[in-house]
């Protein structure tokens, strides 16, 4: 009889052109497109601050503008002159959202469930998008995008953990392509929406809506992950997740009593304070969280550093936001690819180091010629794309299933904490112009250099416990 253990190793739930392989398959589509929904939820920032139109001096705008200001944030609640800096939280007040979803959400998920916690999320996120069509302050819009942020950070984190932990090992690199595919096609689709509804509440709504309706979706089909179920001793609900992905023969083969006896043995940790000094008392966990916390604050901190100014670029803003966001997807491509070739830590290595390159030369080298500090800045941008992508198929390889979702909601947390700075990088360049670019270079590098004390987790078995962590 096989073992559960030995059918989470092997990954015998195979992927085929039969009509059992549609419960992977449907999992698959659903959690990735997910993330297609809720990444105008983060982009949005960059057309939100309309910086292209000074209301402070109502004398020199131009009809575009005239024509935007009854619809512009900025000009309703009057985020001009003293109060401009005002209009940076609406970014970055998301991210501190980001920082109390990532602590409180995830721990949810690993106790109560991924699929409902996606569920749930989902659904809140929309109705906070859709409220800004009834706020009446500035401090109400901010409560609102601070909602958002919080909820954001559970869903995207537990829709990956959700997907990754059931689908077979074959396809989790595809998994990293389509998840960044479906990612990109969020992102670019803020510029379209942007481009045709001026009105900033209308915006929010259209952008709010369909995260209501995707939410109603995976309530009634997306199951739930099938690590959570063997962890949590569920055999029925496990069988009947069995059954739908494989054949009867494979089904009489799995030995579900030895596997939830050793389940029913292994110390349960689903509680926050047990999981939180467990970080202390568990070493080597404690130091993987702090390797990856600095890896996803790298992440953080420059992709959105890179991806909220693109907008600022000489040239249409519109046009610059979509070229910007489609360089992505060569980026998420390369990926899957990669992650097999030469593994998951030479990839996280290697995307670092290659935009850290691609800033350092940008920063000291080549800056009379516009064209080629845009391919290096395109080159970084393509790098950390990829970079962003594959940490989390490393990171979900590298914890285990007990702590999993609670230390990559961790990691998140330390990366929004510091990457909501982000946002006011750019404004360093008036203490020396280079430094934007020396910054996300140097902690690029680092990233990229302290990945060579984690372990290489390719073609190696999820670990359930800490004890199995490599």
């Known amino acids: 009889m096989r ?29 990735s497109f997910a993330w297609a929904i809720t990444a105008p939820l983060v982009m949005i920032g960059a057309f939100i601050d309309d910086s292209s139109c000074d209301y402070s001096i109502p004398e020199n705008l131009s009809e575009s503008c005239i024509e935007q200001r009854s619809g512009s944030l900025i000009y309703e609640y009057s985020l001009i002159s003293d109060k401009s800096y005002l209009k940076h939280w609406f970014t970055s007040i998301f991210m501190w959202g980001n920082i109390i979803g ?16 996606v569920v749930v999320c989902l659904l809140i996120q929309g109705i906070a998008c859709c409220l800004n069509l009834l706020v009446e302050s500035y401090i109400s819009v901010l ?19 959700l997907g990754y932990e059931s689908i077979p090992s074959t396809l989790r690199p595809y998994a990293t392509f389509t998840f960044g595919t479906t990612w990109v096609i969020g992102y670019c689709v803020v510029a379209p929406l942007s481009y045709y509804i001026k009105d900033w509440r ?19 089909f997306l199951p739930e992950s099938l690590h959570f179920l063997v962890t949590q001793n569920r055999q029925k609900a496990f069988l009947k997740w069995v059954y739908h992905a494989s054949d009867e023969k494979f089904i009489s083969k799995i030995d579900s009593n030895n596997l939830f006896n050793i389940k029913k043995n292994t110390k349960k940790e689903n509680n926050f304070l047990e999981k939180f000094l467990n970080l202390f008392f568990e070493r080597k966990l404690f130091f993987r969280i702090l390797i990856f916390s600095f890896i996803w604050t790298t992440d953080v901190l420059v992709y959105f550093g890179t991806s909220l100014f ?3 670029l000489i040239g249409n803003q519109y046009f610059n936001y979509i070229a910007i966001g489609l360089i992505e997807i060569p980026a998420v491509a390369a990926g899957p690819f990669l992650l097999e070739k030469i593994g998951r830590k030479l990839t996280i290595v290697a995307t670092h180091l290659t935009t850290s390159l691609a800033f350092t030369v940008a920063a000291f080298f080549f800056k009379d010629s516009p064209e080629v500090q845009l391919c290096l800045w395109l080159l970084a941008k393509f790098a950390i794309a990829a970079a962003f992508m594959c940490i989390f198929a490393y990171a979900s390889e590298s ?15 330390v990366g929004k904490l510091f990457g909501s700075s982000a946002p ?26 302290i990945t060579f004390l984690l372990p290489e987790t390719n073609h190696k078995q999820l670990p359930d416990t800490v004890d199995n962590m490599s």
Do not use: H
């Not at 073992?3 to 959690?31: E, H, P």
């Open 202 to 220: 209308w915006l929010m709504f259209n952008i709010g809506f369909p995260c209501i309706v995707y939410g109603f979706i995976l309530f009634l």
């Open 310 to 312: 693109s907008v600022k």
């Open 399 to 413: 914890f285990p299933t007990q702590e999993r979702n609670f230390s990559i909601g961790i990691c998140s947390v």
């Open 143 to 161: 409560i609102l995008r601070f909602i958002q942020g919080i909820f954001f950070t559970g869903s995207g984190v537990a829709v990956w953990i």
């Open 3 to 31: 073992s559960v253990k030995s059918y989470l190793k092997k990954d015998t739930v195979k992927v085929n052109s039969g009509k059992k392989s549609f419960q992977i398959w449907k999992i698959f589509v659903l959690t």
């Open 424 to 449: 006011f990088i750019q404004t360093t360049a008036q203490l020396w112009e280079p430094l934007p670019l020396v910054i996300f270079g140097t902690f690029s590098a680092i990233a990229g250099l």
């Open 102 to 117: 990532g602590a409180v959400i995830s721990l949810f998920s690993d106790r109560y469930g991924r699929r409902i916690v």
